[in-house]
């Protein structure tokens, strides 16, 4: 679903220039939760930013779903885009709109009408557990409810990929816990290819089949999380 082959990415020149990304690959089969896992600075938000076509690599190419993202312009590109799905540490969540209006704006842009924006809003709000919070504002909402509507927001337009940036990052484990648990249920029931990027190893241990783990820009290990939890 997700193939990053080879993709380096650097910035600035001279002996200023960072190597974000070495000459990076990645598999990720339909259904996976993947993990890339490094500390900061390793590379993986330019990894995700390069999958969402956010950023082109210097080198290499990124397939999401039979597409290279390289290559896509325009009306293509944002098409590709409503494919792909993202959720963020801070959530990003609008704040003068409410929890409803917040997950009918990712639709607005897909060209569907008011009343079927609604109705899918509804519905996916349903899905994270938070129907009897669609009138409220962020503000009244806790980190662990902010970020179900983040995760309502990513998956209203039935996107086949979810990035997740660090989403459990600011929140405590027990909420944690619970916000990975909502991931792994909806990446089954709906067939979801997840990618996560994360500095914490635990998040990877509970809820991705494989990770990788990611330092300056180089990928160290890759494989099932068994197998790298087996070569500590
Ligand atoms: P991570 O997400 O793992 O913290 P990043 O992908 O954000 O890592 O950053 C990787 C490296 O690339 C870092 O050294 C960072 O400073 C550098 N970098 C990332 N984005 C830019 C940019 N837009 N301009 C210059 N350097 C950047
Ligand atoms: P802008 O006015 O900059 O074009 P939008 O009104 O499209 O921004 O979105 C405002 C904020 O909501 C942005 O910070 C963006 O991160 C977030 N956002 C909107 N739609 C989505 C989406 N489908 N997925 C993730 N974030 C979104």
Redesign the pocket.
Known sequence: MISVDRISKSYGSGENVVHALDNVSLNIAKGEIFGVVGQSGAGKSTLIRTINSLERPDSGTVTVDGQNMNLLQGAQLRSARHNI??I?QHF???SSRTVQSNVE??LE?TGMDRGARRKRAAEILDLVGLSGKATAYPAQLSGGQKQRVGIA??L??KPSVLLSDEATSALDPETTQQILDLIRQLSRELGLTVLLITHEMDVVKRICDSAAVMSQGRILEQGTVEGLLTTE
């Open positions: 799905g993202m963020f990003n969540l609008l704006l990712s842009i927001r990513a209203a337009s």
